[in-house]
């Protein structure tokens, strides 16, 4: 089960830092990322980080502004969202797959506004 905290509403250029809680045995397992969806628009991927957060990759559309983390021993996965832009709202949705057999989790989703 992935637990993403509440998102919110936030002025441009603004931050918000969005954790997701994994109800899992080994965290360490799973490849996490971040993804969203706007109004009327298909999910896009945002970020994702490897098992032992060697690896960060990021949409060329948040690099530079988002910042994708990791806390192993408190199974969390975080993403620092600065400098944010009204097109930036959408629901974030945190990821889970699991590096041996591939399948994948998803939360719930959390609302995040930008206001210009």
């Known amino acids: 089960q992935l637990v993403e905290s509440e998102g919110g509403l936030v002025q441009a250029v603004g931050s918000l830092r969005l954790s997701c809680a994994a109800s899992?045995?080994?965290?360490?397992?799973?490849?996490m990322g971040w993804f969203r969806r706007a109004p009327g628009k298909e999910r896009e991927f945002v970020a994702v980080?490897?098992?032992?957060?060697?690896?960060?990759y990021y949409s060329d559309s948040v690099k530079g502004r988002f910042t994708i983390s990791r806390d192993n021993a408190k199974n969390t996965v975080y993403l620092q969202m600065n400098s944010l832009k009204p097109v930036d709202t959408a629901v974030y949705y945190c990821?889970?797959?699991?590096?041996?057999?591939?399948?994948?989790?998803w939360g719930q989703g959390t609302q995040v506004t930008v206001s210009s």
């Open positions: 980080i490897s098992r032992s957060a060697g690896a960060t």
């Open positions: 899992v045995r080994t965290f360490s397992n799973y490849a």
């Open positions: 990821h889970a797959r699991f590096s041996y057999s591939g399948a994948t989790y």
